[in-house]
């Protein structure tokens, strides 16, 4: 199962994590949380080893042209799209070239039906829709994944913590990854590397 730790900022943390080889990095381009990451720590962070590491650009609502430009910049192999993004802006991306993870924020009205407008997505990744866009640190009812219409590999999120890491991959069909944030933290941006070292093992 790959593991992807989101949410980092800090040279030094991201170092101390990536010695664990997680699959993925995240990164939040999203001004409003507590979890950003701005362009010119963006260029320092891009200075380390990432070794087999993705990075991913995590974006809420964002324009096709400042994606392209962070994409340009070397910033991410992967764009996470957390918003209320349109089917095309992941069609365009994909022109470019860029691989693509779409997200949906599960709630009571959630309906599997809206997956399929996206099937130009790399991946769906399946959040717990709450107060903010994400980063809520909050589980939902993950039953709703059982249906045929998941038809893509998908990233599970939504406050997973240190205790997810043995989930019954069988009891889902097409999980591919799990998503890990801010029940990884010391404080927003910040991860526990005890408790990163729990979830990827030595
Ligand atoms: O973490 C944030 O601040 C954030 C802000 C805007 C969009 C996405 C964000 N994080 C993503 O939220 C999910 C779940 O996080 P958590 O485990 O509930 O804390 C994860 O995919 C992050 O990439």
């Not at 101390?16 to 010119?40: Q, T």
């Not at 430009?69 to 070239?97: M, R, S, T």
């Not at 909050?138 to 998941?150: G, M, Q």
Request: hydrophobic share 35%; proline share 2%; charged share 30%.
């Amino acid at each position: 199962m790959k593991k992807k730790i989101c949410g980092m900022r800090e040279v030094q943390n991201v170092k101390d994590v990536l010695e664990y080889n997680p699959d993925y990095m995240g990164f939040i381009f999203y001004e409003k949380s507590s979890r950003f990451v701005g362009k010119d720590q963006m260029q320092e962070l891009i200075k380390l080893n990432f070794g087999e590491t993705e990075r991913v650009g995590v974006f809420v609502n964002e324009s096709f042209d400042k994606i392209l430009e962070y994409a340009d910049l070397g910033f991410f192999d992967i764009v996470q799209l957390h918003g209320n993004e349109i089917p095309e802006q992941v069609e365009k991306l994909k022109a470019e070239g860029l691989e693509v993870i779409k997200v949906f924020s599960v709630g009571d009205d959630f309906d599997v039906s809206e997956l399929k407008a996206y099937k130009k997505a790399d991946y769906y990744l399946f959040d717990t829709k709450g107060k903010l866009p994400g980063g809520n640190g909050e589980k939902f009812d993950w039953s709703v994944l059982n249906s045929a219409a998941i038809n893509k590999p998908f990233f599970l999120s939504g406050g997973l913590d240190e205790n997810d890491t043995n989930i019954d991959k069988s009891q889902f069909k097409n999980l591919y990854g799990l998503d890990f944030n801010s029940k990884l933290e010391l404080e927003p941006g910040f991860k526990d590397v005890i408790k990163v070292q729990e979830v990827l093992g030595t």
